[in-house]
């Protein structure tokens, strides 16, 4: 079975990457990774208290037993080697912070080692970079890891899904992050021509 990678960074709308989560159930053997701050920026936008069983709350509210969760300060985990076989790895949402070690081949937690894992070994890398504007550093980055093959995919609408809420608008960016993995989905209208 295909192995995938979920990282969710501290970047405004970690709810995007617990959906994620969600709709590859049964998509493959997942795995994800959960900054601190993506921590932190989830229970800020959700009002949760901050004393909160945060991983028991969100497994509940989103329905993720078939996901193992990885510990980001451990750089042993198996998805800091290339051997263990990673074929995707998202980062959605990525923080700028996230982007910038990327870019500049930071290794200093497991997130950032397993995306210069997914470098190295030439493996789809997808980045829901989550900022605006972006800077002209922020767009320099961008595009260095575009040249060597990262896919960049903002969390960004259309209007020919036919979007009317806020969980359709989720499921259409996250419909395009699972189109870009090659993972069928049905979340959201695709273009009709006429």
């Known amino acids: 079975m295909r192995k995938i990678l979920v990282g969710i960074s501290g970047a405004s709308s970690c709810e995007l990457g617990f959906m994620l989560l969600e709709n590859l159930k049964e998509k493959a053997d997942i795995f994800a990774i959960v900054t601190k701050n993506a921590r932190i920026s989830f229970t800020k936008e959700n009002s949760l208290l901050e004393n909160i069983d945060f991983m028991g709350f969100i497994k509940e509210k989103f329905d993720l037993c078939h996901v193992k969760f990885l510990d980001n300060e451990d750089i042993s985990q198996n998805v800091a080697s290339g051997s263990f076989g990673i074929e995707t790895t998202f980062i959605t949402p990525c923080s700028i912070n996230t982007l910038a070690k990327i870019s500049c081949g930071i290794s200093d937690n497991l997130l950032t080692r397993a995306a210069g894992v997914a470098l190295k070994e030439r493996k789809k890398l997808i980045l829901g970079v989550r900022e605006m504007p972006y800077s002209t550093l922020n767009l320099e980055q961008m595009t260095k890891l575009s040249s060597y093959g990262v896919i960049i995919a903002p969390p960004v609408m259309a209007s020919y899904a036919k979007v009317d809420n806020l969980k359709k608008l989720y499921e259409f960016i996250i419909g395009k992050w699972l189109d870009l993995a090659n993972i069928e ?10």
Do not use: A, E
Request: hydrophobic share 20%; charged share 10%; glycine share 10%.
């Open 185 to 194: 989905h049905n979340l959201y209208q695709r273009w009709q021509n006429g």
